[in-house]
């Protein structure tokens, strides 16, 4: 059962796997996840009809959860929808996602994406990445925290007071 709903914020071409794993969860319930082709068809409408998309999907969303990987803090459409959700005073969290699984890899973390939004400050962002013995990361372990954690750490999510 969802206890908040959110706006998800990410890299699609690089993420939508691990985002998936996010979504599976279930502790929190976001917007619809496109098809690669329907995110296609939108793009393909122009830059209007991705922040009307954007705008309409956050509009009634409790939160904004970024989730970073590898690639995100490069991504003109997260750093809107992170601009958009801090001018509405929407709260903000990151949640690291490059040690999730995607096709049986992982990534490199990335910058921080709030870094390159203007006037966005002091937004928490947390990694459950885990390790094992030799200093690899443990898809599972990584995973288990998430699970254990998500709810937790959106509820610290930060917002903008004035």
Known sequence: MATKTVFYSFHYERDVNRVQLVRNINALEGQPLLKAQ????????????????????????????????????????????????W?????????????????????????NPFDEASGVYGIPVFDPTRTDWSGNIDTKATYANLVNNLESWVAQAKARLS
Do not use: C
């Open 38 to 85: 329907e995110w296609e068809e939108v793009l393909r409408r122009g830059q209007q009809a991705v922040v009307d998309w954007i705008d309409k999907e956050m509009r009634y969303k409790r939160a904004v959860v970024v989730l970073i990987g590898q690639e995100t803090a490069n991504r003109p459409w997260v750093v809107y929808e992170i601009e958009k959700a």
């Open 87 to 111: 001018q509405e005073k929407k709260p903000l969290v990151g949640v690291r996602v490059h040690g999730l699984s995607s096709f049986g890899s992982v990534d490199r973390p990335g910058a």
